[in-house]
């Protein structure tokens, strides 16, 4: 519950933006794992992973001065797919950073890669499909619009090819063709 408050607070009381931050930058949210973040094994839950991550986009969202231009617009984010890398555990009072960014954007939706370190170390890498709706009609918002209302360029970076496979697999990927079942 408690990164849900966080999340909300990140939501509706964004921190300043950060001059001249572009969509392309990275943008570093700072966190320590808390007693509610734990599971059994005590060890941050898988789940919070993703919680955590949230607050992390918020603050990328924040970060671009993007809160009152997407507000205006009425376009709001929504994850399509994500998916987690393990590689360390997080426990109890352990200082740890996420490293949000852009890595390119197809006609459907933006990738992200979201990096947990701590003392420089990987721990989790997880990778996102995010896509923007507008509010009241939930019709989808082309991801190059949105790079656009950001300042950003109108040709998104070549993915990596791991990012574009995992687009492919879990079929967030534009599509030039619509798909026919066989």
């Known amino acids: 519950m408690t990164r849900q408050i966080q999340l909300l607070v990140a939501s509706t009381m964004p921190r300043k933006a950060v001059p001249g931050r572009t969509v392309l930058d990275p943008s570093v949210t700072r966190m320590r794992v808390r007693p509610g973040d734990l599971d059994f094994y005590l060890h941050v839950n898988n789940g919070v992973y993703l919680q955590m991550m949230d607050v992390a ?7 671009l001065g993007a809160v009152p231009l997407l507000q205006d617009k009425g376009w ?6 994500s998916t987690m890398t393990y590689r360390r555990s997080l426990r109890l009072w352990d200082r740890f950073e996420i490293t949000t960014r852009v890595l390119g954007w197809d006609e459907r939706v933006v990738y992200l890669e979201q990096v947990f370190t701590r003392r420089g170390d990987l721990c989790a890498r997880g990778l996102v499909a995010g896509r923007f709706l ?30 574009a496979a995992w687009s492919r697999a879990v079929d967030v990927a534009h599509r030039d063709a619509p798909v026919t079942e066989r």
Request: overall charge negative.
């Open 57 to 63: 986009r918020s603050h990328f969202i924040a970060d």
């Open 76 to 81: 709001y984010p929504v994850v399509a797919a």
């Open 134 to 163: 507008t509010r009241g009609s939930g019709e989808r918002v082309p991801a190059p619009a949105v790079v656009g209302l950001l300042g950003g360029e109108a040709v998104s970076p070549t993915l990596p090819d791991d990012v």
